[in-house]
């Protein structure tokens, strides 16, 4: 790289670029940096960055695009655009594979000189980085589809050829996706018949069901409220919840909620009776509840097919979310939200 191309660089260098090359070069110094630690980490950070993007309205829902060059063009633009990852890259790919070339000089991550991309290969944050990020994209496009890494001789996730970095991804059918989301559709329509046969047999009245009159429980924290449908929830939903909630051994919730993110009855699990103590009744007590944080009013308010999203929970864990439209009598109602662990 000549004078002029390092000047070129250093000008466009932010301090996340500084400080992701400085933390990058002392753990690699050290001897503590390994893919065993930078895998989980950078497929954390993409589930964050894809959430990040979902609350800026920026993230790039491709609804159904075609899979081309085109596309992934596209999408790897709209990712440079917010964290710089690269002063020029290549992409090709079709509904099979992708590929992403990166000039050795060209890199805004790396260490050695902040783009000298000279540590080797195998400790490259890309892969992961693009592979999380890429499959959220594609699976909230309705694809069943996983991206995935393809591994190289060495056994690192990048091969070098003359001055380009080049990492791969297959895309592969994504049986157990297509599972999930195939139960979420069967937990909406048990859910949407339950309601009209509630009202035609006089259960409940089509009145009561739209009731937003929240009224708060005394002495609850987190607060908790009663409506007019909390009961016939408890009695008539809350077991088709349970149901759904067995179909899938990492399933850790399955639950309705109407539009402003109101759960009248969670799972069984999580609904048991009420101790006092809040770290308690945090987790063991989560009925009558507004979940009314991004994820929650986003899975609340969503009308799309299903919406996939990383859903930190308030009981620190980090999972998926995956969400559907309930309809009464064809207008929106609210939704139901399995979370699933990662």
């Known amino acids: 790289m000549g ?7 250093f000008e466009k260098l932010d301090g996340a670029h500084l400080l992701w090359a400085s933390t990058m070069g002392a753990t690699f110094d050290l001897g503590i940096m390994s893919k065993a630690m930078l895998i989980p980490s950078m497929k954390t950070a993409a589930q964050r960055l894809a959430r990040y993007q979902m609350q ?9 695009k075609e899979l081309n060059t085109e596309l992934y063009k596209e ?18 790919g079709d509904d099979k594979s992708i590929t992403i070339k990166i000039h050795k000089d060209r890199c805004m991550y790396c260490p050695t000189g902040v783009g000298g991309a000279l540590l080797g290969t195998t400790i490259c944050p890309y892969p992961q980085l693009f592979s999380v990020y890429l499959d959220m994209i594609i699976k909230n496009g ?10 190289q001789e060495d056994g690192s996730y990048m091969r070098r050829e003359g001055e380009w970095d080049i990492i791969e991804f297959n895309l592969n059918h994504d049986e157990n996706f297509e599972n ?3 139960i979420l559709f069967e937990a909406v329509k048990r859910v949407q018949d339950t309601f009209e046969k509630a009202i035609s047999d006089g259960v409940i009245t089509e009145e009561d069901l739209w009731d937003r009159n929240y009224v708060p429980i005394e002495n609850t924290n987190p607060q908790k409220y009663n409506t007019k449908f909390t009961d016939f929830a408890k009695e008539y939903i809350q077991p088709i919840e349970d149901e759904i909630l067995k179909k899938h051994k990492k399933f850790a919730f399955a639950i309705i909620v109407d539009d402003n993110g109101y759960a009248p009855a969670h799972n069984s699990i999580y609904d048991k009776p009420l101790t006092g103590d809040y770290k308690k009744d945090l987790i063991g007590n989560r009925s009558k509840r507004i979940f009314n944080d991004f994820t929650g009013i986003s899975a ?3 009308t799309r097919k299903y919406l996939l999203q990383s859903y930190p929970r308030d009981v620190g864990v980090l999972m998926f979310d995956i969400s559907s439209e309930i309809k009464l009598r064809d207008k929106h109602w609210g939704a139901f939200r399995i979370g699933f662990k990662i």
Not at 3 to 9: L, M, N
């Open 300 to 302: 609340a308010k969503n």
């Open 75 to 92: 999408i790897l633009d709209n990712l440079n655009d917010f964290m710089f990852f690269a002063n020029g890259y290549e992409v090709e």
């Open 180 to 182: 999930i989301v195939n």
């Open 142 to 151: 309705f694809y069943y589809k996983s991206v995935d890494m393809v591994k």
């Open 3 to 9: 004078e002029k191309e390092k000047q070129e660089r």
């Open 56 to 64: 800026k309205g920026t993230f790039p829902f491709i609804d159904g």
